[in-house]
């Protein structure tokens, strides 16, 4: 994101959340941009300057507002985003260590294959690896019909959201799964790639989203036993 970029991520941010007042609100979000920023910043402080942290904190704000549906808890999503890209961007450089293996699941929209992927290892996983998903188009929400797919294994996924690729998360991690998403993944040397071929859940029935889960299944289980250490 350009400062132009940045500045119009502000400016939005700022202007869609005055109140009938003409005073901004304690929960307008410009404010609560500025005061997540201020938080992370201190977080990560002689990790990253204040400046990185502000700029994507806004830049966060900026690309999950392009999908989403309302506006109400962006800045919270945000938040989230920012934490966890500021997380990756430090492990990528080094400065915060990896006690577990990283892997990022990538699918076009992060509404389907790659949230249902990740919300497997993690349960599968039991703490022994580290989780991140992502799309190269990401849509608006996590499917319906893969929220109900996943509580019926007792996972539910409806406090996640679709988060776009960004550059810092495919730094830091040890091993990149994509499914559908094509090219769109950048290649870093020393890193595992793996693409798993998956139909969308996208448009299927109940019993189709429950065959793709359970292939996922499949394959996370076999991607657990390679990268984990046997004990």
């Known amino acids: 994101m350009t400062e132009a970029d940045l500045g119009d991520a502000r400016d939005r941010a700022a202007a869609s959340s005055a109140d009938r007042s003409g005073l901004r609100a304690l ?12 938080r992370l910043a201190s ?10 942290a502000e700029r994507v904190v806004f830049e966060s704000y900026a690309a999950l507002k392009r999908t ?10 945000a938040y989230r985003f920012a934490n966890e890209r500021l997380t990756a961007l430090a492990q990528s450089k080094g400065v915060i260590p990896k006690p577990v293996p990283e892997v990022l699941f990538v699918c076009v929209q992060n ?4 949230q249902m992927a990740a919300a497997l290892m993690r349960e599968l996983g039991s703490g022994r690896v580290h989780v991140r998903s992502a799309g190269s188009q990401p849509g608006e929400a996590v499917l319906p019909s893969v ?8 996972l539910d996924p409806g406090e996640e959201f679709p988060k776009p690729l960004t550059d810092d998360v495919v730094r830091a991690a040890d091993a990149v799964v994509t499914m559908g ?3 769109a993944c950048p290649v870093y040397p020393g890193k595992r790639y793996l693409d798993w071929r998956l139909e969308d859940p996208a448009g299927l029935d109940a019993d189709g989203v429950r065959r793709v889960r359970d292939e996922i299944r499949a394959h996370v289980e076999r991607l657990l036993a390679e990268i984990l250490p046997t004990v």
Request: aromatic share 4%.
């Open 111 to 114: 509404s389907g294959r790659s």
């Open 181 to 183: 998403c094509g090219d």
């Open 27 to 38: 929960d307008d979000p410009y404010e609560v941009l500025q005061r997540s920023a201020e």
């Open 147 to 154: 929220v109900d797919a996943m509580r019926e294994v007792g």
């Open 43 to 52: 977080h990560y402080d002689g990790i990253v300057s204040a400046e990185t």
């Open 68 to 77: 989403a549906r309302v506006d109400a808890h962006l800045p919270s999503l």
